[in-house]
C-alpha cells in the first residue's frame, strides 16, 4: 500500500510537470505494466483529480482543470513560493487581502511540519516602496468581468471614467458613449492594470486603465483574436504613451519638455509618470518625487536636452543639481 500511494504521488506530480505524458512513458518511469498505470490513473481520478485521456496511436494522459478543487500537490520550492507570493503580493485588487490571509492558513495547515517552520522562520513583512506608483485598488467584481471576457474571448461593453473616478456624463461636451472593445491582453505594470484591446468602431487598438474601467453585463458576443501592433504585449504597453495614465500623488509634481521620442520616454520613466506626444523626437513628461530635486535628478537619468521647464521651483532644482555636479567635476 505504501509504494503504491507513493507511486501516485510521484505520478501526479509528473502530470503536472508538463502537457502530456504517453502512458507508455509513465509505465516504464515506475517500472510497472500499462495496465497498473491505467489502474493508478484511475485511483487518481476517484481522488478528485480531473486526468484526461489522450487518443492516439500511443495514447496518454494529461491533467485537466476541473469543477473542483481537489488536493493540491507542491513539492518544497512549491509550497514556499506560494507561502511567500501570499504575504508579499501588492494589494492592487480590491477586497482579497482577507483571501489571500485564509489561503496561506490554509496551505499552511496541509504542509508537513518542516515546510510550515520553514515558512514561519522568515517572519515576512512587506513595506512598500516609495517608488512603488500603484493605481487606485480595483474592485475584484471588474477584475472578474474584464478577465473573463479576454479568457472566453466576448466583447466587452464598458465606461471609460474619467482621472477622477467618475463616469462620462451626457451633458459634458466629451462626452462618450459606452465602448464595446474585444478585450485581448490583461498586463500588470509599476503596479497599474491595463487591458490591451481593440475597438472596430474606430478601427483602432488601445490601452485601458482597469481601475478606470466600469463594465456592463457580459455581452456573450464572440470576437476572433487578432494580431497585436506589437508581437510582445509588454513592450507595447510600455512603448505607448497614451495608455490613460494620471500622475502619482506627490507633493512635488513637475513638467519637462525632453527631446526623445515619446515611444522611448515611456519605456523609461517611472511608473506614475505622465507622457504626451508632442512632435516625432518630442515628448512632454510630468513625473513627480518627495523633493524638486527628485525630479531634476530622474530628468537627468534620460540623458537628453530639456526646455520648457515648470514650475520654477524645479527650475531652480535643476540650476541647483547642475552647479553641484560642477563642483564634483572640478
Known sequence: MATTSSRLLKLLSLLGARPTWSGQDLADRFGVSTRTLRRDVESLRELGY???TVKGPDGGYRLGAGSKLPPLLLDREQAIAVAVALQTAPASVSG????????????KQVMPAHLRAE????HLTAIRNLWEFSAPPIPSITLKAVGNAVRNAHELRLDYLSTDGHPPQSNEPDFTPPLQVEPHHLVIWAGRWYLVAYTRANDAWGIYRVDRIHAYAPTGIPFQRRELPEPDVARYVMTSYDRGDTPAQWQCLGTALMELPADVVARWAPGGSVIEYVTPTQARITLGAW?????AGLLATFDADITIIEPDELKDACRTLAWRYQQASE
Open 50 to 52: 480531473p486526468i484526461q
Open 96 to 107: 482579497i487581502n482577507d483571501a489571500a490571509a485564509r489561503a496561506l492558513i490554509s496551505i
Open 119 to 122: 515558512v514561519d522562520a522568515m
Open 291 to 295: 523633493s524638486w530635486a527628485g525630479i
